[in-house]
């Protein structure tokens, strides 16, 4: 099948590339590389187009016009919710007029179906709902989770007028590797790029917040199997259903990392950051009984596998 994977160079959406890629689809990507990596595709580059254009341009047409996807999957978004709390206009800019954009090129170029990254975590807001169906108050706190939900809003208008189908996945924290252990987000990349650089690791608060970390291979194989699905549900939450507080990430990676390289690192509590949710961890019950998924991969097992693509990197 020929789809287009928007933000197909970013972290998750280059896992989705290589997972699409293995079970036999064209791929074409579409990202500004504005916050994704060339090398993050690297290694199938001569098997997938890759289009650098930004879902806001007018460019993005012309796109569509050669490629002539059936499916899109949209991961090309901004993720930064500090930034979106300081410039929310900013945010709404690429994740709301960007994806407007991109389902009008859909409904032009006759897309038969979008698959949609989407957050539970940041839609759900500071719910008491744990863990968080997908039937939970779309309660955002932040500017990026009240643009992602809004787009939640369009795919099912442009469904009701223009019979475009889609899936909206909703993501609890992903993490592994390629990951940006600089970036913002992420704290399983930068505990362990921290470790691996020999500095200490900041806890915001006293660490007993609470998050749903899922490692980025089920996610990926979330997305494949969302493709075929028949299913009367449009949205998912993609998770494990378990919640991790903070102190006891940081214990399991400064373990496992010192196990694996043998650097040690320490941590240290900061201020709280104010307005933090404190809980989250979503219900995976609807992903597994109309998808058919689960989460395959440890906490232990994904650190391990975070740490040691870290370090493969170290060596280059
Ligand atoms: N990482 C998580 O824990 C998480 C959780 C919930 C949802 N999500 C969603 O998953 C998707 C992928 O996130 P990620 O963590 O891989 O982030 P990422 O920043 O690595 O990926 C986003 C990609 O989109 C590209 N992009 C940004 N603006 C663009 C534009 N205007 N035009 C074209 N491309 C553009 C970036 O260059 C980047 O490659 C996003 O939609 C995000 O909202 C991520």
Same mark, same amino acid.
């Not at 896992?15 to 690297?42: M, Q, Y």
């Not at 407007?100 to 032009?108: P, R, S, V």
């Not at 493709?227 to 494990?240: G, S």
């Given at each position: ?9 970013? !972290? ?24 994704? =990596? ?95 169906? *997908? ?34 996945? =909703? ?64 949205? !998912? ?12 990430? !940081? ?24 307005? *933090? ?23 232990? *097992? ?15």
């Amino acid at each position: 099948m020929k789809i287009l994977v928007t933000g197909g160079s970013g !972290f998750i959406g280059s896992h989705v590339v290589d997972k699409l890629l293995e079970a036999g689809h064209n791929i074409a990507v579409v990202d500004d590389l504005s916050n994704g =990596r060339p090398e993050n595709l690297e290694h199938i580059k001569d098997k997938i187009t890759i289009h650098k254009v930004s879902i806001r341009s007018e460019e993005l047409d012309s796109v569509f016009e050669k490629e002539k996807p059936e499916v899109v999957y949209h991961l090309a978004a901004h993720i930064d919710v500090r930034k979106s709390v300081e410039d929310p206009e900013y945010d709404a800019n690429i994740n709301v007029l960007g994806s407007i954009n991109m389902m009008q090129c859909a409904k032009k170029h006759g897309v038969k179906k979008i698959i949609y990254s989407s957050t539970g975590g940041a839609i759900y807001g500071d719910t008491k709902n744990i863990p968080s169906p *997908e039937t939970e108050s779309p309660d955002a706190i932040c500017p990026y989770g009240v643009s992602k939900y809004c787009v939640e809003r369009y795919l099912y208008l442009y469904k009701y007028l223009h019979k475009i189908d889609y899936t909206v996945l =909703r993501y609890a924290n992903v993490y592994g590797p390629r990951q940006d252990p600089l970036g913002e987000a992420g704290v399983v990349a930068i505990f362990i790029g921290n470790t691996l650089q020999g500095k200490d690791c900041r806890i915001n608060g006293d660490g007993k917040q609470t998050r749903d970390y899922v490692f980025v291979g089920d996610v990926a194989r979330a997305n494949l199997m969302a493709l075929t699905a028949k299913t009367e549900h449009n949205i !998912f939450n993609i998770a494990t259903g378990k919640e991790t507080d903070v102190n006891e990430l !940081f214990s399991s990676i400064s373990t496992q990392v010192e196990k694996l390289s043998g650097k040690k690192t320490k941590s240290f509590h900061a201020q709280a950051i104010p307005g *933090e949710v404190l809980r989250s961890c979503l219900d995976v019950t609807r992903a597994k009984q109309d998808l058919g998924w689960t989460p395959q991969v440890s906490i232990q *097992e994904g650190i391990k596998k975070t740490a040691e693509f870290f370090m493969e990197q170290q060596k280059k």
